[in-house]
């Protein structure tokens, strides 16, 4: 007489089991993981206004010249909008170069570094009000506002239901970030 082997699949009873439990994982860690992406989007966007402020200084030092950061909004104190970076020959902290000219070897000639794009939805980029237009990076790495005098402000970045992240520059024109508040 011939045996037949044992059957090696699932029966429909454990097979739904382990779906409820799958189930029942999944919405556990979804809420999680949502957060985990908002904290990871507001970290990226700090650490690129942070970039932006590094190439801003490293580029005014190298360059031995003003180079100026300046807001694209036109409303006063908000970032998110986005921002240029230029070399500011005469200082006045207006970009009067051409924005598609490249070559930055023409001494005398404002020339653009970078230009960062609109940061997206539900973002908010804002100063306390010192910093409300922009700031200069003198050929000695300091940081000065726009119209002169010291940049005593911090940028706040919020993001809703994420904690701000808060990117403070010293007088001598280093910047950090610093974890604050959770956002409204």
Known sequence: MKKFAAN????????????????????IAAPSFGTMIRENRAATQANNLLSSLQVARSEAI???VRV????????NSVWEDGWRIFTDWDGDGVFDGD????????????????????????ISLRTGGVLT???????????????GGSPSDTFTLCIPDTNQRSIVINLTGRARIAEGDLCP
């Open 8 to 27: 090696r699949g699932f029966t429909l009873i454990e097979l739904m089991i382990t779906l409820v439990v799958v189930v029942i994982l999944v919405s």
């Open 62 to 64: 190298n360059r031995s």
């Open 68 to 75: 100026s950061m300046r807001r694209l909004s036109n409303t």
């Open 99 to 122: 924005l598609d000219e490249k070559d930055c070897s023409i001494e005398g000639q404002d020339c653009l570094l970078m230009e960062q794009q609109p940061l997206g939805n539900n």
């Open 133 to 147: 237009v922009g700031l200069t990076f003198l050929p000695s790495g300091e940081v000065r506002r726009l119209g």
